[in-house]
Structure formats: C-alpha cells, structure tokens
C-alpha cells in the first residue's frame, strides 16, 4: 500500500492550489484520512481530516479557506486550498490512519511522501 501526495508547487499570496493523494494498493477500506503539514523548523500539524462517512475537521487556521474530500471509489484524497498565505508554506503530507485490505489484514498510520507548497508574498 502506498500513499502518493501530489499537486504541490509555488503560488502567489491570495491564490488557490489543490492537492491530492492517491491510495494505492489492495484496499478494501479506508477509515480516517488526514492532511498536515511541516513547515521548515516546525512541528507537523494537522491541516484538516475527514472520516470514510464524510465527516470533517479543520485546523483554525485554515477554517474557512482549505477544504478536504474525498473519493472513496478511487481511494483519492483532496485538499483545496484557497485565499493562500506565506504561512501556509509548508510541506503537506497526507495520511490514511488504518486500511482494510481485500486479503483480511488491516494497515495503520500510513504517509504519503509529501508535497512542497510555496506561498510568496
């Protein structure tokens, strides 16, 4: 099972980006998904998560102008990303927190390799 992040790159303060990660593997299922983000000296946070059902949770300091989906039948997950700022630079990574597997095992806490985005201002 891997976990590949994409849609990163540099943008202008005020612009919009959209990120997404693809699920890949035998999976059946997958529970909670999540994106965070590392910027450079700092601790990785968590941007926003969303539940197999839909449910979602924002960081407050995206509420507002990120918002997350998902589509469960390509096992994608999506971060748009509006209004930007420079302190939203960051490294975004997603994260599937467990998996079912066609074959009965369940995986947890898997990552994807991370996605640079670049706010100027």
């Known amino acids: 099972v891997q976990l590949q992040a994409s849609g990163g790159g540099l943008v202008q303060a005020g612009g919009s980006m959209r990120l997404s990660c693809l699920a890949s593997g035998n999976i059946l299922r997958i529970n909670d998904m999540g994106w965070y983000r590392q910027a450079p000296g700092k601790r990785r946070e968590l941007v926003a998560s969303?539940?197999?059902?839909?449910?979602?949770n924002y960081a407050d300091s995206v509420k507002g102008r990120f918002t997350i989906s998902r589509d469960n039948a390509k096992n994608t997950l999506y971060l748009q990303m509006n209004s930007l700022k420079p302190e939203d630079t960051a490294v975004y990574y997603c994260?599937?927190?467990?998996?079912?597997?066609?074959?009965?095992?369940?995986?947890?806490?898997?990552w994807g390799q991370g996605t640079k985005v670049t706010v100027s201002s």
């Open positions: 969303i539940t197999n059902g839909g449910t979602t």
């Open positions: 994260n599937a927190d467990s998996l079912r597997l066609f074959d009965g095992r369940s995986l947890s806490g898997r």
